[in-house]
Structure formats: C-alpha cells, structure tokens
C-alpha cells in the first residue's frame, strides 16, 4: 500500500462516555472512483498502540478490464497489513514474494531496513466485473527492530484463530486476545482482529492490553448506552472494562491496539521512523533509484514502473 494525501480526520468532542478517550470520524477522499477512509493517524491519536495508519479501502466496484493498480513503491520502518471482505490483490514485493490475497487471509509484511512492494488486481479478475472492500494497516516497529530484515508472511483463513458462539464470528488476525494467539510474527504485544455480531450480540474489549480502539464497518454498536454508526474509530482509556452491543442490524468491526512504542514516529509518504535523520536516508536512496545495488530495489515481475519520490 502507498500513503496518499487526504484530509485529516475528524476528532469531535468524544461525548458522555467517560470510557472513551477519542472519537475519530475519517473524512473520505476519492482516488479516482475508489474510495478510502483513513482513520488513523489523527490530529489528535496518531497511534492506537503501534497501529500507525489505518485505511478503510472502498466498498467499490468495477467494471470488467478495471482494477487497482498501486505501482512499486518503498516503506521503512514498520509492518503492512491487509485485510479483505470482498475482492482481492496481488502482491509483489523485492524479496521475490508473488501471493495473492482472498477475504478472511492476512498478508503480513515487514519492512524493516527497506522492502519495496506493489499490489494489483490480478488479469484473472479484470476478465469480469468484481468488487473490493477492505482494510489496510501499518504496524510500526519498535526502535531496536527498525533495521531489521525485510520479511513477508502470508496465513490462510484456517490459520487464524476463529472464536464463534452467541451470535459473535470473530476471527484474530494479528497478536493474543480472548485466550488466543495468531501465528504472525509481531515484535511488540498487540491484537487485530475482524469481528462480525449478531443485533444485540455482546463483545468484550482485550482487557489484557494497554492501548484499544475498535473501527465500526458496518451497522452500529451501542456501548454504555451511546449509539456509534459505521465509519466511527474509537479510543478508550486504559483499564476500563468495555463491553459492545450490536445495534439492531447487527455490526461488522475491527479491533486493535496494544502495547504503546517507546515514542512517537515520524512518517513521510511510505517511511515511518523513530527519527527523521532515518526517513532523509530513505528519501535519498529511493530517489537515487539504484535497483541494482541501492538500498532498494523493485519486486521481481513488476519493474516496468514505479511510483517516484513526492516532491514534498
């Protein structure tokens, strides 16, 4: 994925819940028939534990031959995420990695020191019209893992753990919640997780991490007696009980959070850093363009094209 400019989000007043920290309403912002919501970073939370980017991709549709095409681009400094309801891409990236990505998987990659990836829709899906809908994420690293070597993880939906009952379905995508544990690798205490509930299904916050925040995608929830609608983040404060109810059409959300960095990070277009000396080195080596030898270099498959470094 490729930071792209929009419109910071919206922080109101967070209301009568004494629970709740900050209320992040993304504004929306149209990349050319494809519509992204950023909730995070915020003016007033940049990072729900070490989530330091949160994008909600669509629901968008296209037509037969259409599709997304996020051209090779770099990142330092963190982990990506992606996430899918509907649709899917493929994924190239310069460790030789070519995996495609369906709903319910998770492509987990590490940037470390330096990775360059792009995603797209795959010719096989341009052939008919198809939608897509989903959630992408950067997970920063903590300061002593940010040179570390770039990695990339891919777990099908039998992989992840998948807690179902009293009308709840909530898969763990990332982390430990709820007595369980995903397989990816993380460098820090953390939970991701999709959870889809049932009208008036009841779910309990982690209590076991520092930072939470959930993301409602679809319908509403209630907690504590306040109603929350679809494209609403929510922060709470540390050790507060939290337990949602499901609105009377029931909910679809994302939870996440964990254990906060040791402080804040800088983030320049695809570049998060503990320090902005890090970032100037990756803005130096991406625009010397030395794919042979250079600090970066372009996924194998995909090199006719990449996205250049911005001018500010």
Same mark, same amino acid.
């Given at each position: 994925m490729s930071w792209n400019p929009a419109i910071e989000p919206d922080c109101p007043n967070a209301g009568s819940l004494d629970a709740l920290e900050t209320m992040i309403i993304p504004r929306a912002r149209d990349l050319g028939g494809f519509e992204v919501r950023r909730a995070l970073p915020s003016p007033k939370r940049r990072m729900v534990g070490p989530f330091v980017f949160f994008d909600q991709m669509g629901p968008a549709d296209?037509?037969?031959?259409?599709?997304?095409?996020?051209? %090779?681009?770099?990142?330092?400094?963190?982990?990506? +995420?992606?996430?899918?309801?509907?649709?899917?891409?493929?994924?190239?990236?310069?460790?030789?990695?070519?995996?495609?990505?369906? %709903?319910?998987? +998770?492509?987990?990659?590490?940037a470390g020191n330096g990775v360059t990836h792009s995603e797209r829709t795959s010719a096989e899906t341009r052939a008919n019209p198809h939608g897509l809908f989903g959630i992408q994420t950067w997970v920063a690293l903590p300061e002593k893992d940010e040179d570390t070597g770039a990695a990339f993880e891919h777990h099908g939906k039998a992989e992840l753990p998948f807690i179902e009952g009293e009308g709840k379905a909530v898969r763990l995508i990332l982390g430990n919640a709820w007595g369980?544990?995903?397989?990816?690798?993380?460098?820090?205490?953390m939970f991701y997780a999709d959870a889809v509930l049932d009208a008036g299904a009841l779910l309990p916050l982690p209590e076991n991490h520092e930072d939470r925040g959930l993301y409602v995608v679809?319908?509403?929830?209630?907690?504590?007696?306040?109603?929350?609608?679809?494209?609403?983040?929510? +922060?709470?404060? %540390?050790?507060?009980?939290?337990?949602?109810?499901?609105?009377?059409?029931?909910?679809?959300?994302?939870?996440?959070?964990?254990?906060?960095?040791?402080?804040?990070?800088?983030?320049?277009?695809?570049? +998060?850093?503990?320090?902005?000396?890090?970032?100037d080195a990756a803005k130096q080596a991406w625009a010397e363009g030395d794919w042979a030898h250079g600090r970066f270099q372009l996924p194998p498959g995909d090199t006719a094209e990449f996205i250049p470094l911005p001018e500010r």
């Open positions: 296209f037509l037969t031959g259409n599709g997304i095409d996020v051209r %090779p681009h770099p990142h330092i400094g963190l982990a990506t +995420v992606t996430y899918l309801y509907k649709g899917e891409f493929q994924h190239r990236d310069s460790l030789g990695t070519n995996q495609m990505i369906y %709903p319910g998987e +998770v492509n987990w990659m590490i369980e544990r995903a397989p990816v690798k993380t460098f820090t205490e679809e319908g509403a929830i209630e907690i504590a007696g306040d109603r929350f609608e679809a494209g609403r983040m929510m +922060v709470f404060r %540390p050790g507060d009980a939290i337990t949602i109810k499901a609105g009377e059409t029931g909910a679809r959300l994302m939870l996440l959070g964990g254990e906060t960095l040791n402080g804040p990070r800088y983030i320049w277009w695809n570049f +998060v850093a503990s320090s902005q000396e890090r970032i």
